[in-house]
C-alpha cells in the first residue's frame, strides 16, 4: 500500500521505495491502472493533498490531477504517464514487475519509461508541502500514452474550469534530465485491401489484395525515401528526416488463392514543420490511382479503406518559452535538445500551455527486457524538484 507516510528526508530512498510500489502494478495498456490509481489516492490522502480523479469514458481507466501548495491557476505541471509497454515475449532475467537493484542501476517494466518520474514526484510531496509555496506545484499521472497519447486529454479540457490552469509543463518522460523542445507527430494507420478471389493458376480471373497492398506499400517506401532527401532543415532530429515505418502486415487464405483481404499497420513520423497528414495524403492519391485502373476492368474489382487514428502532435520548438527559460535554469544546461520519440507533450503545447520535456533515464533503455533506470538520473531528478520548490518559494 502506499498510504503509509513517507518522512523520511532522504527523498532518494523515498523515490526507490515509491518506485518499488508503482512497478508492482501491471499497467500494460492493455489492462486497468484504477489498481495503482487507488493506491496513490491513498497516499494523497495521508499527505493531506487534495486531487481529483479524471476517469476514461469506459471507466477502466483514470487519470489523476494533484496540487500542492494553492488552488490558483498558474504553477508547474508534471506530467507522466502510468502505462507501460508489455513484457509478453521478452527475455527477462528477473520478474519484471518487482524491483531490482544491481550497483547503480534499478530494473523494471516502466522503472525507466516513465514510473521513474512518478515516483520522483509522488516522493517529493512532502518536500513540497514544507517550501511555502507561493505558486503551485500540479502532478497529473496519466494512462494510455503508450497506444495514443490521449490519457490527459480529458484532464486538459477542464483547465481553467474547475482544474486550476498551470502555467507550464514539464512531462518527464526520460531525457537523461536534458530539456527537449521539441519532437516528431505521429500518425498511424490501418490500410485495408480487398481484392477477387481466384484459382492462382488463372490469375487474370481476379485480384490479389496481397499484390495491391504490396504496391501501396512500395509506394509508402518511395515516399520515405523522398523524404528522406529533403532531410531536416534544423539539423536538430535523429533520424534528421520525417520517416515511415510498415510494422504489420496480414492477408490471405491459402497459397493457391488470391487473396481477398490483406491489411497493414503503419505509422508516419512527421518533423514538426511537416505536415501529420503528408504520408495520408500521397496514400490517398495512389488508392484513387488503383480504383481508376480497375474500373477499366470490373472483373479485376479492387477496393482499399484506410483508417486514420487520432495523431499526436509534434512538439514544436518555442525558444525563450516560460518553460524552456525555467527548465533550462532547474537542470543547470545552457541548450535544450529534442528527442525522436513522440509523448504527451504536443497535447499541452496544443491547448496553449507552455511545454517541454525533462526526466530521469535515457530512452535507449525504455521498452526493452531488463529495463532499468540508473540511480545517479534518479538523484538528479531529486536536485531539479528541490530547485524547483525554490523556484516556486
Request: with cysteine; hydrophobic share 40%; proline share 6%.
Amino acid at each position: 500500500m502506499l498510504d503509509r507516510r513517507i518522512d523520511s528526508t532522504d527523498r532518494l530512498a523515498a523515490t526507490l521505495e515509491m518506485l518499488a510500489r508503482l512497478v508492482a502494478f501491471d499497467t500494460e495498456s492493455a489492462k486497468s491502472n484504477l489498481p495503482l490509481i487507488a493506491d496513490v489516492e491513498a497516499y494523497l490522502k495521508a499527505q493531506g493533498v487534495d486531487y481529483v480523479k479524471v476517469p476514461n469514458a469506459a471507466g477502466d481507466k483514470a487519470a489523476l490531477f494533484a496540487t500542492i501548495g494553492p488552488k490558483i491557476d498558474g504553477g508547474i505541471l508534471l506530467s507522466g504517464h502510468t502505462d507501460v509497454v508489455p513484457v509478453t515475449g521478452q527475455a527477462w532475467t528477473s520478474d519484471p514487475f518487482t524491483l531490482r537493484r544491481d550497483e547503480n542501476r534499478v530494473y523494471a517494466r516502466g522503472a525507466c519509461d516513465m514510473k521513474g518520474f512518478d515516483a520522483l514526484c509522488l516522493a517529493m510531496i512532502p518536500e513540497f508541502q514544507r517550501a511555502g509555496l507561493k505558486r503551485p506545484i500540479h502532478i497529473l499521472l496519466s494512462y494510455d500514452e503508450e497506444i495514443g497519447c490521449r490519457g490527459p486529454l480529458d484532464t486538459i479540457a477542464r483547465f481553467g474550469l474547475d482544474l486550476p490552469r498551470p502555467g507550464i509543463a514539464i512531462v518527464g518522460e526520460p531525457s537523461l534530465m536534458q530539456v527537449a523542445d521539441a519532437h516528431k507527430s505521429i500518425t498511424t494507420y490501418r490500410t485495408t485491401v480487398y481484392g477477387h478471389e481466384a484459382h492462382s493458376s488463372k490469375p487474370y480471373l481476379g485480384t490479389s489484395a496481397i499484390e495491391v497492398a504490396c504496391g501501396l506499400i512500395g509506394e509508402l517506401y518511395g515516399l520515405a525515401d523522398e523524404l528522406k532527401t529533403q532531410g531536416d532543415p534544423s539539423r536538430r532530429f535523429d533520424p534528421p528526416y520525417s520517416s515511415i515505418h510498415v510494422g504489420i502486415i496480414r492477408g490471405g487464405t491459402a497459397r493457391n488463392i488470391l487473396a481477398k483481404e490483406c491489411a497493414f499497420e503503419w505509422e508516419f513520423r512527421g518533423l514538426p514543420a511537416v505536415a501529420y497528414d503528408t504520408a495520408l495524403v500521397h496514400m490517398n492519391g495512389q488508392i484513387a490511382r488503383i480504383a481508376a485502373a480497375k474500373a477499366a476492368d470490373p472483373a479485376k474489382r479492387a477496393r482499399v479503406e484506410t483508417l486514420a487514428h487520432e495523431p499526436v502532435p509534434s512538439l514544436n520548438p518555442e525558444p525563450g518559452s516560460a518553460a524552456e527559460s525555467l527548465a533550462l535554469k532547474l537542470a543547470r544546461r545552457n541548450a535544450t535538445i529534442t528527442v525522436s520519440y513522440a509523448s504527451e507533450a504536443g497535447q499541452f503545447q496544443t491547448a496553449g500551455i507552455p511545454t517541454v520535456i525533462c526526466g530521469p533515464g535515457s530512452i535507449d533503455q525504455a521498452h526493452q527486457p531488463d529495463e532499468y533506470i540508473e540511480v545517479d538520473q534518479l538523484a538528479a531528478g531529486v536536485d531539479f524538484m528541490r530547485r524547483l520548490a525554490a523556484e516556486l518559494s
